[in-house]
């Protein structure tokens, strides 16, 4: 069966620090790659997707980028964070269209 | 550009008493339309997948249904362990890339 995992489980940074996310799915090949953040009172947004190692697209202009190093491995990441940063960030996988999330990490920027 | 809205954003329900959730939505062309259940601080948990109008399907005590405009889901006696934030989503996207626009969903309170 397929897993996806989530690291770290919950994250406080300072403004102005690095971030980096990361996203592993067992179980599966190739699957389609999916960043979405959750902020309080909003919708989940999609930031990134990518549909094979080294491609990326992004979906919100904003200070995060993302890279697939592996098949299976999605990174989100930054090099300044900022206040509006905060919030939940999820992953997810697809399997015939229908997306699987992973437990998230909580980020808050102070 | 895709537009769902999910209405109530709350809802309070005594156990047992059934109602339903609806979610409104706006695409150039669905692909299909995804119904999740998320409990506090975690990743939402797929539940079902519509695809066409008249389409329906049921869970224990969920049922979904598919409009041109709106989806429903019916809870039919509910209990207070579905308490939870039920997210609808809609995926209009083409190709492989099965991108999904999501409402902000409605927050279910079944109290015993």
């Known amino acids: 069966s397929q897993t996806i995992h989530q690291w770290p489980a919950t994250l406080v940074q300072p403004v102005g620090s690095p971030l980096s996310l990361e996203c592993t799915v067992e179980?599966?090949?190739?699957?389609?790659l999916y960043w979405y953040r959750q902020a309080a009172g909003r919708g989940l947004q999609l930031l990134f997707y990518s549909v094979g190692i080294g491609q990326i697209s992004s979906e919100v202009p904003q200070n995060l980028s993302a890279s697939r190093p592996q098949d299976r491995q999605f990174i989100l990441s930054s090099k300044k964070l900022l206040l509006s940063d905060s919030g939940f960030y999820l992953c997810?996988?697809?399997?015939?269209?229908?997306?699987?999330f992973g437990p998230g990490t909580r980020l808050t920027v102070t | 550009e895709d537009q769902v809205t999910q209405s109530p954003e709350a809802l309070r329900l005594q156990e047992g008493e059934s109602s339903s959730l609806n979610c409104s939505y706006t695409v150039s062309g669905l692909r299909g339309l995804f119904w999740y259940r998320q409990d506090p601080g975690k990743g939402p948990e797929f539940l079902f997948t519509?695809?066409?109008a008249g389409e329906e399907k049921e869970k224990e005590r969920l049922k979904a249904t598919l409009t041109k405009k709106e989806s429903f889901l019916h809870i039919t006696a509910p209990k207070p362990e579905d308490s939870a934030t039920y997210l609808c989503?809609?995926?209009?996207?083409?190709?492989?890339?099965?991108?999904?626009?999501f409402g902000k969903g409605t927050l279910l309170t079944v109290n015993p």
């Open positions: 989503a809609v995926d209009s996207s083409g190709g492989s890339n099965y991108k999904l626009t």
């Open positions: 519509l695809y066409s």
């Open positions: 179980g599966t090949s190739n699957p389609n």
């Open positions: 997810a996988w697809t399997r015939r269209g229908e997306q699987y």
